[in-house]
């Protein structure tokens, strides 16, 4: 817990629901970072590590966790751990005193996730308890009936690889089960699969298919089991698929999830983050083209918001703001400059670890993002940020000599654990053949690559990469929404092109006779009957997003923080609208009475000053104004329920009072519990906070020119100098090598005033009990992007019209409107018609619900 300077103790937090699965109170971080300390030539510091895992962590705990987690982090980790161990010890420096502790270890933990696969398809419950196991009372768990397919079908490296380690064949039969299970239940048309399937009965749960959440790592276990262990069916259950995914899912350089039955139709208009691994596992695969392309959309998402958001539209938008310090982007750069020797994806990897030491960095490591938008952070790294974040950025700048063992004898895990290559001939008990069904013949002569060569991918023309990026460099912002084409394509010979939602007019007779012929004429009046509810769906919610204002940021500019924490906060529907004018800057003070509910008592302690004020007791818009008679020029207003979080609640919107509330003129945000008790212990420990109000979160470098540095720091550090004479530049992807130079030296400011910045949570008396508040997960539906920003619409030359345009315009007009209902007039018309159709309703409402 990078803000609070702490760890997080599985049940000594509030919960944050599934994403808590991860852990199981054995020092989670500890066992996923053991093989990054080798990478890193800290070898001193994983002997230590090893030590420190076999004296403290149990596994005999009493607690549900995810099988998948554990599986791809804990015993992975212990894997990869042991590995380079024995390694080591054969190199004969370190790890003299090893004897095999940490396979024992995995060996422990690999019998105690063995009872989730006692189902009758052989697919694993998705969760156990560590200690009394499946469907005990004691347990609390075993009554789930579906599971994810990356969940099921991600298990082979870690369990075969603890197979071939001891000898016990059981792990490989296991995790072989559960793939050849999946695979008889690909939709053997189309030969996708789906994101969710139920565990006894096989039956597909969510019937959408892409390369992202849910779905991902299968496909990297199907390409990786066969070079691990040298099964030829793997490779061939691979390229059966990819050949699915390249022909349905691939719209260059897009990735969309698709139908397993109706696979030339799309699920969804936006793509998630995880789908960023793709290209790197295209690399091992030898597609090469392709990855560069989707890579390289990726790179300008990027450089748009500094971070890839968790979701994000086929139009760029963001979808979802969070950004949890993923590491697939990084993970497919490694393996694409692998692949290419192309300097530019040096230049890609020296953007993110600019990113990070500039948004992400604060007292007590990198902290997640929580809106990409505002730059405000979450109380959250995660333990695959060291495992893999940290590794494939220090391989991808490696040379050979600064790694210790060679890297090219290994192979990595989902969660980049290092498994070495010899076991595919360590222990060989399992079949090879595969007798659960003949493959497609599939002619694609590609598939006769299994590593990439640069002499037959690039003949005779380094700049082929370039190439294939140049024209996807403005991809982003030159990009006018767009919706999906793919069957409307079908009409350009001059048939009537089919009905859209955005179009649809209840009251029109040939509107809804159109509408009576879907699903009833012929295949593609069904599909365009599918579209057309997908859209009337995705068009009702966005209706009611359009009434939602975004977040705002409120940012601690003063010593020792300097820009480096944002909170996110909720904005008023009256006062100064921060996304129209200059953000308000000034030390806070707290109000007399503190409620704000009647005429200040200490105006001049608010004078000039931002208030802060309590929830509670009278209007906002009542406090709003008596802290503006009071010479305030902002007014902070904070949650009076103690333990509330922008991490675990909705964001909160500020309402009038129902009468004019034009007489306000001064920004109002509202924070709640723990991220306004951050503000009021700052000021316990520092006493003058200074802040900044404003729509999203500003360029530090821009912060440390402001007057609040204290001299004495500016004149001991001549970094912070040269800080104050370069000047700032809110992109920070256009930097010029001057400016790239500040930010380095902005990144040795942080680590010298490190101390200083801990010292506010080195005092646990002075934290407020909302303060020690765990960081919880946000719904997606609370994350989705606000088409009403200027900086999230694209148009080009003026000329794009898209619908999301056309909705804004609408929510400008009627205002005073409740979309709610007028969306209900519409629809109430055509329920009878739309009756066969519950099934696909009820399965994009589902879709739009879905959490990573």
Not at 507 to 521: C, D, F, R, S, Y
Request: aromatic share 8%; charged share 25%; with cysteine.
């Amino acid at each position: 817990m990078p803000l609070t300077c702490r760890g997080r103790v599985r049940g000594q937090e509030p919960s944050r629901g599934d994403v808590d699965d991860a852990l199981g109170k054995f020092s989670l971080t500890l066992i996923d970072s053991l093989d990054t300390l080798v990478v890193l030539n800290k070898t001193k510091e994983f002997e230590d590590a090893v030590r420190k895992v076999l004296r403290d962590v149990n596994l005999d705990n009493d607690v549900v966790v995810s099988v998948f987690e554990t599986n791809i982090r804990v015993l992975g980790g212990l894997l990869g751990g042991h590995s380079l161990a024995i390694m080591l010890k054969e190199k004969g420096e370190y790890m003299q005193w090893y004897n095999d502790e940490l396979l024992q270890m995995a060996k422990q933990l690999g019998y105690k996730l063995l009872p989730a696969f006692n189902t009758t398809s052989g697919l694993p419950y998705p969760r156990i308890n560590l200690k009394f196991g499946i469907r005990k009372p004691e347990a609390r768990t075993g009554t789930e009936t579906d599971t994810c397919t990356a969940c099921a079908g991600t298990l082979i490296l870690e369990f075969a690889a603890l197979s071939r380690f001891t000898g016990a064949t059981i792990f490989e039969e296991y995790a072989r089960k559960a793939l050849d299970f999946l695979w008889e239940k690909r939709q053997r048309s189309s030969n996708l699969v789906g994101v969710t399937i139920n565990i006894h009965t096989g039956d597909w749960v969510r019937k959408d298919s892409g390369v992202g959440a849910g779905i991902d790592s299968y496909y990297e276990y199907l390409l990786k089991a066969y070079v691990l262990l040298g099964d030829d069916s793997f490779l061939e259950r691979f390229n059966t698929h990819y050949d699915a995914i390249m022909r349905y899912i691939s719209q260059p350089p897009l990735l969309l999830d698709v139908h397993i039955h109706k696979p030339m139709l799309n699920a969804r208009t936006w793509m998630d983050a995880l789908l960023a691994f793709f290209p790197g596992l295209q690399v091992l695969k030898g597609d090469i083209r392709p990855a560069i392309e989707t890579h390289e959309m990726l790179y300008q998402v990027i450089k748009k918001h500094n971070f890839l958001p968790e979701a994000f539209t086929t139009d760029f938008r963001v979808h979802w703001a969070q950004h949890p310090l993923r590491p697939e982007f990084a993970e497919s750069t490694y393996f694409l400059y692998k692949a290419t020797g192309d300097p530019y994806y040096l230049e890609v990897g020296k953007t993110l670890i600019e990113n990070l030491n500039k948004y992400a960095r604060v007292p007590c490591g990198f902290a997640a993002m929580k809106d990409v938008r505002t730059g405000s952070h979450e109380d959250r790294m995660d333990s695959f940020f060291l495992a893999e974040m940290f590794k494939y950025l220090y391989l991808l700048f490696a040379d050979k000599e600064d790694i210790i063992f060679d890297i090219e004898d290994y192979i990595f895990t989902t969660e980049a654990h290092l498994l070495p290559l010899w076991l595919s001939t360590t222990n060989q008990s399992i079949s090879k053949k595969n007798i659960t069904s003949e493959y497609t013949e599939l002619d694609d002569s590609n598939f006769d690559w299994t590593c990439p060569n640069t002499q037959i991918l690039f003949p005779n023309d380094p700049l082929y990469a370039q190439s294939i990026r140049e024209p996807l460099k403005n991809v982003v912002d030159k990009s006018c929404p767009r919706g999906i084409i793919r069957v409307e394509e079908s009409f350009r010979s001059g048939a009537k092109p089919p009905l859209r939602a955005r179009d649809f007019m209840a009251t029109n007779p040939e509107h809804l006779e159109i509408l009576k012929k879907m699903g009833a004429a012929s295949s593609i009046d069904a599909e365009d009957g599918l579209r057309f509810m997908q859209e009337m769906i995705e068009l009702s919610s966005q209706q009611q997003k359009e009434q939602q204002l975004p977040p705002r940021a409120v940012q601690i500019v003063s010593h020792p923080f300097f820009g480096r924490v944002v909170l996110t906060a909720g904005p008023a529907q009256f006062g100064l609208d921060l996304s129209k004018h200059k953000e308000t800057r000034g030390f806070v003070a707290s109000s007399k009475p503190y409620n704000g509910c009647s005429e200040l008592t200490n105006p001049e302690a608010v004078m000039g000053k931002i208030a802060l004020i309590q929830r509670g007791q009278c209007m906002f818009a009542e406090k709003a104004r008596n802290i503006q008679n009071a010479g305030a020029i902002g007014g902070i207003v904070i949650d009076d329920n103690e333990g509330s979080s922008s991490d675990t609640a909705p964001l909160f919107q500020m309402a009038g009072d129902g009468k004019d509330t034009d007489d306000i003129k001064i920004p109002m945000l509202f924070l709640f519990s723990k991220e306004g008790s951050i503000i009021l212990d700052a000021i316990r420990e520092y006493e003058e906070v200074e802040v900044l109000l404003s729509d999203k979160a500003k360029d530090r470098a821009a912060i440390l020119k402001g007057k609040m540095i204290p001299s004495y720091i500016i004149n001991s550090n001549p970094e912070m100098e040269n800080e104050e004479q370069s000047s700032p530049e809110n992109d920070s992807q256009n930097q010029s090598d001057e400016q790239v130079s500040s930010s380095s030296q902005e990144v040795d400011l942080v680590d010298q005033e490190s101390s200083e910045e801990s010292s506010l949570n080195s005092h646990p008396e002075s934290l407020s009990p909302a303060d020690t508040d765990n960081v919880a997960s946000i719904s997606p539906s609370e994350q989705t992007s606000d088409p009403t920003e200027n900086h999230e619409t694209t148009n080009l030359n003026g000329e794009c019209t898209d619908l999301d345009n056309q909705l804004q315009e609408q929510s400008e007009t009627e205002e005073d409107s409740n979309p709610n209902v007028s969306w209900g007039k519409k629809v109430q018309p055509i329920d009878s018609i739309l009756a066969d159709w519950n099934e696909d309703i009820e399965a994009f409402e589902m879709m739009e619900k879905d959490e990573l």
